[in-house]
């Protein structure tokens, strides 16, 4: 499975963004797609997931209410819309994928074992 996301920019304090992130490959493998994220000098981060089936979404408290995940199935596309954005949403993000048989916790790094390239959203004051 391979993924490439993309979306990220330069944005001032209370703008929007949308990221997205595209999966070929073995698709029908997967379960849903996740977003983190990863600011200079902190560790990875979960964002948002979406069941690729259920279409059930999760969401980290620091973005509930801010950011919305979406999927378009027949594209195999996942969409990360970023609003009210702070300074502090500054990070690459990262979109992922999980096997059907993957285990630990949907909010958990270690759970996925396809990543994208990153694409960094920037956020100024």
């Known amino acids: 499975v391979q993924l490439q996301a993309s979306g990220g920019g330069l944005v001032q304090a209370g703008g929007s963004l949308t990221l997205s992130c595209v999966a070929s490959?073995?698709?029908?493998?997967?379960?849903?797609m996740a977003w983190f994220r990863q600011a200079p000098g902190k560790e990875r981060e979960f964002v948002a997931v979406i069941v690729w089936s259920a279409g059930n979404t999760y969401y980290s408290d620091s973005v509930k209410g801010r950011f919305a995940i979406s999927s378009d199935n027949a594209r195999n596309t996942v969409f990360l819309q970023m609003n009210s954005l702070k300074p502090e949403d500054t990070a690459v993000y990262y979109c992922?994928?999980?096997?059907?048989?993957?285990?630990?916790?949907?909010?958990?790094?270690?759970?996925?074992?396809?990543w994208g390239q990153g694409t960094l959203v920037t956020v100024s004051s």
């Open positions: 490959g073995r698709t029908f493998s997967t379960y849903g």
């Open positions: 992922a994928t999980d096997r059907f048989d993957a285990s630990g916790p949907i909010y958990t790094s270690r759970r996925y074992d396809y």
